[in-house]
């Protein structure tokens, strides 16, 4: 299973409206629920960060710092328009050099620092 990370995006220059899975962290004070079930946020790899939104139901582990991955296109304007969200709290769900540099700059939060 192959994710875009934050960086990658521009990186690629990946085309409005082509279907892409990104993958990384949701960024920390970024998440703006609204009353229609929709819901904005940020998702980084601690370099860059592509701005999300969604309407629907999110995961129960979908939080600010956790990892995610989302799948939907790009809208013209750089906003990545989700119509799937997958939301765990380790690499699984995180590419793997996402969750690298992650690690390399301490910012993981995988599963050997949360159990207890």
Do not use: C
């Not at 980084?44 to 960060?49: L, S």
């Not at 582990?61 to 304007?77: C, H, K, M, N, W």
């Not at 699984?92 to 995988?110: F, T």
Request: glycine residues 10%; aromatic residues 6%.
């Amino acid at each position: 299973v192959f994710f875009q990370s934050p960086t990658d995006i521009p990186q690629q220059s990946i085309p409005a409206g082509q279907r892409v899975r990104l993958g990384g962290l949701v960024e920390e004070g970024s998440v703006v629920r609204s009353d229609n079930a929709e819901v904005s946020f940020r998702v980084t790899d601690m370099q860059n960060v592509v701005p999300v939104t969604y309407k629907g139901i999110l995961p129960d582990l979908f939080r600010e710092g956790q990892g995610v991955v989302t799948e939907g296109s790009l809208r013209a304007d750089g906003v990545f328009v989700a119509d799937s969200v997958l939301a765990k709290h380790d690499e699984n769900y995180i590419p793997k050099e996402v969750a690298e540099a992650l690690k390399d700059q301490g910012h993981w939060q995988g599963d050997e620092e949360t159990a207890n």
